[in-house]
């Protein structure tokens, strides 16, 4: 029988990164457009979090039962080491997922009802991903599908649930983040490339082999550091986001010296540091960046408007605050 403590490393809490930068990028963006409402940011971090947790224990009872954690490096795997039975952690992974879903549709209804929409499709790549007859985790499509869940869905998602539109600073906030979210999927991949070939788990990491996987990672760093500096062309504030760089240099160091197994366990840790590291760095630029001119606190709970030097669209009717222009 588990412990609890069994139970919350089976949830992974290291991979809460993942969860908390998207929304934190995403925030920082509607900030950006003078529209960041803290209750929706809050109910996104929830929703994320759920998320996060409900796949981790969804991926535990779908490799655990296909036999492919057996022998696997890493944290602690509840059915593969027999400390849980199947039955259980899927139950806890629905419950996650469910309330992730609650929170989600009470943000889909007080943003958008067409979001509800992305969110089944969020729930169903979710379940798919080890789960089902053909999990495209075992194809090659897991790090495909955390850019496009982790990244682009995930910072798009939470700045138009608050902003009511996106715009190409929180698209570059999102290929950033979905790249730093591939990267420590990439390490966790590169990590088990032996066991994944033996179980026949066909991985990104074990079709691209040792050599490739390790560049891989680096060129999603690299893309990381570039897209920085094109935020800069939004404010150079942002260049603020590179005081992750240590970070990132320290958690590339195994990688590129060639450790493999458990000495890549530090990678992932170091990864996810990187990003959440950046996520707040920029988010607090873009937020503060009109500060320095006029800036004024809405009276409306949860909500914070700032008005621009620069010229923007007339608000929407009700909505406190301006639009930042195009």
């Known amino acids: 029988m588990a412990s609890f403590a069994q139970w919350i490393a089976g949830a992974r809490p290291r991979t809460l990164p993942n969860a908390v930068a998207p929304v934190i990028a995403g925030t920082g963006a509607a900030a950006w457009l003078h529209a960041a409402v803290w209750w929706k940011a809050l109910l996104a971090l929830l929703v994320a979090c759920a998320f996060v947790i409900g796949v981790n224990f969804a991926n535990d009872y779908s490799d655990g039962i296909r036999g492919t954690d057996d022998d696997r490096a890493g944290p602690v795997r509840l059915v593969g080491s027999r400390l849980a039975t199947p039955r259980s952690v899927l139950a806890v992974a629905v419950a996650s997922l469910s309330v992730g879903a609650a929170a989600g549709l009470a943000l889909a209804l007080t943003s958008a009802p067409w979001l509800i929409a992305v969110g089944a ?54 290929v950033t983040t979905g790249a730093l979210s591939s990267a420590v999927l ?17 991985t990104l990491a074990v079709r691209l082999g040792d050599a490739g996987t390790r560049t891989l990672y680096h060129v999603l760093l ?103 222009g195009a």
């Not at 590169?190 to 026949?200: C, F, K, M, N, Y």
């Not at 958690?251 to 996810?272: F, H, M, N, Q, Y």
């Open 186 to 202: 990439v390490a966790n991949n590169l990590r088990d490339i032996p066991t994944d070939a033996q179980s026949g788990k066909i």
């Open 222 to 324: 690299v893309l990381a550091a570039v897209l920085t500096l094109v935020l800069m062309l939004a404010t150079p504030w942002c260049a603020v986001g590179l005081v992750a760089a240590p970070l990132g240099l320290r958690a590339a160091r195994p990688v590129r010296s060639g450790r493999t197994g458990p000495e890549l366990i530090p990678v992932l840790r170091d990864t996810g540091l990187t990003m959440l590291v950046w996520s707040v760095a920029v988010a607090l630029a873009l937020a503060l960046v009109d500060c320095t001119s006029s800036v004024y606190w809405g009276r409306n709970f949860g909500r914070f408007s700032a008005v621009s030097t620069r010229s923007a669209p007339r608000a929407k009717p009700g909505r406190l605050g301006r639009s930042r």
């Open 121 to 174: 499709v969020c729930i169903a790549g979710a379940w798919l991903y080890t789960g089902g007859s053909k999990p495209y985790g075992y194809a090659g499509f897991g790090e495909l599908a955390v850019f496009v869940f982790f990244g682009l869905i995930a910072v798009l998602g939470t700045e138009y649930t608050q902003a009511l539109r996106v715009d190409w600073v929180g698209l570059v906030l999102a």
